[in-house]
């Protein structure tokens, strides 16, 4: 859809490279064209967590329902059918109907930044902060088309057409006039700009739905919480949390009990986490603004803020910093292949304080939402090299596919990981119809 140009020509590059070493039996071009289709697309399913501290997922489910219909209705749009998924006991799937190319165009434009266009394609509304152009005449009720600029190069405010490369999303109605967009001294106000009536890709919008019952999040990372097992009454680092979707899982799994302390960079990125707490009413998980790089230190004492000593956690979660290049959907990624390849030692290094920091016979689970080797099976590699007191340990459950070939793990060890992988895309399943990611499940023996 977005064509080739979704990545650098050296990002392009070193993705077909990592084609070849994975798949070495498919065409790697081929292969790219498809990925790039995939990635450019969203999911086919909307996948949300149920808070079942809170409601059992059947009532969930109906309540869930009862919402979508009604913003159906309002919305011209055939029911959504809401489902249980059936491995996950705690999530439910929403499908979509087909994407339709045929939506007919209004004379009025509005031109949205990308990420915003790609919020969009996921179900969004428009908020008035994603908004670079709207014509003139633009008036709340007006029904316009809504195109996203795919380069960033529309300025903000263009009251003209913009003949940049850009992308259709569908319609929508109008809820604040175009001089409520753009003629404020400071910034765009807060608040939705554009309602969308009738969308390519049509999604539930779940902004502010039923949020104390659920919490949209892709299939993958319910999974990985999942694989990280965690029980009430444990003591668990979440390395990297924010914004806080594993950390409510696994206060939700524990049933509130025991603890749960959860890092990540800075004050903005604790608050996210601290409201989707409260939100959920989780008292067990304490949250500190910390660089994991520095969460071990053999002098410090196991509870109260970090830093801790050796051998503090029954478990730990290392979702950490990555390239991100599986997420969907995506329509232009600006990072350099320097950036890309400067994730495996930043990995590296908060992994190293997450194996001291873990008791014998504890658990760590290492995920990213990526695609690359070097940041995936490439860490797995490594781990598992440097630390003989790690054991490479089964999935439960394990509904992606396999770890891939291209690095010294062998097929045994390579089964034990969980790959939702973009390269090879088995049509029709939800469960592989999803973002790219990756788990891996390890055992502290000693
Ligand atoms: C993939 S996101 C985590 C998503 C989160 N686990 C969830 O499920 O909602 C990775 C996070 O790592 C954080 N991060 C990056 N470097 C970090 C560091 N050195 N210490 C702690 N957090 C870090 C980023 O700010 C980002 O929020």
Redesign the pocket.
């Known amino acids: 859809m977005a064509g080739n140009d979704v990545f650098s020509k050296e990002v392009e590059e070193h993705l077909t490279e990592i084609i070849q070493k994975t798949h070495p039996k498919v065409d790697p071009s081929v292969c790219y064209r498809e990925f790039i289709e995939t990635i450019t697309t969203p999911p086919a399913y909307t996948v949300v967590r149920v808070n079942t501290m809170k409601q059992s997922r059947e009532d969930t489910m109906k309540q869930l329902q009862r919402e979508l219909d009604k913003q159906c209705r309002e919305r011209e749009r055939e029911l959504s059918i809401v489902e249980p998924h059936l491995v996950l006991p705690d999530a439910l799937v929403v499908k979509h109907r087909k994407p339709n190319h045929e939506i007919p165009k209004h004379p009025l434009e509005v031109i949205v930044d990308v990420f915003c266009g790609m919020s969009v394609m996921r179900g969004a509304d428009i908020y008035c902060q994603g908004i670079m152009g709207a014509p003139p005449i633009m008036k709340p009720g007006d029904l316009v088309s809504v195109f996203v600029d795919l380069d960033g190069k529309c300025l903000k405010g263009l009251p003209k057409s913009f003949d940049g490369a850009r992308y259709f999303l569908g319609n929508g109605k109008a809820i604040v006039s175009r001089q409520d967009l753009f003629c404020f001294e400071d910034e765009a106000p807060d608040g939705v700009g554009i309602k969308m009536m009738d969308t390519i890709y049509e999604a539930p919008s779940l902004n502010n739905l039923l949020p104390q019952l659920i919490f949209a999040?892709n299939l993958p990372?319910i999974v990985?919480?999942h694989v990280l097992d965690p029980k009430p009454g444990e003591y668990i680092l979440?390395?990297?949390?924010?914004?806080?979707?594993?950390?409510t899982?696994l206060g939700t799994l524990m049933n509130n009990t025991g603890k749960v302390i959860a890092?990540?960079?800075?004050p903005s990125?604790i608050a996210k986490?601290e409201s989707?707490v409260k939100m959920w009413d989780l008292t067990i998980i304490e949250p500190y603004a910390?660089?994991?790089?520095n969460?071990f230190d053999p002098t410090a004492p196991p509870s109260g803020p970090p830093p801790y000593p050796e051998a503090t956690f029954d478990k730990v979660?290392l979702?950490?910093?990555?390239s991100?290049l599986g997420q969907r959907p995506l329509l232009k990624n600006k990072s350099s292949l320097k950036q890309i390849k400067s994730n495996p030692p930043?990995q590296k290094?908060?992994f190293d304080n997450a194996v001291k920091l873990l008791k014998p016979g504890g658990t760590l689970v290492y995920?990213?939402?990526t695609i690359t080797l070097e940041e995936n099976e490439g860490i797995v590699c490594w781990a598992l090299d440097k630390y003989p007191c790690l054991s490479l340990e089964d999935q439960f459950p394990h509904i992606g596919g396999s770890g891939r070939k291209g690095t010294n793990l062998n097929d045994t060890q390579l089964a034990k990981l969980q790959v939702f992988d973009m390269f090879s895309k088995d049509e029709g399943s939800y469960d592989n119809d999803t973002i790219g990611f990756f788990i891996a499940k390890f055992k502290k023996i000693v």
């Open positions: 999040q990372s990985c919480s979440d390395m990297c949390a924010s914004p806080g979707g594993k950390t899982h890092f990540d960079k800075g990125k986490i989707n910390f660089n994991a790089c969460a979660l979702d950490g910093p990555c991100a930043l290094r908060i995920s990213t939402c």
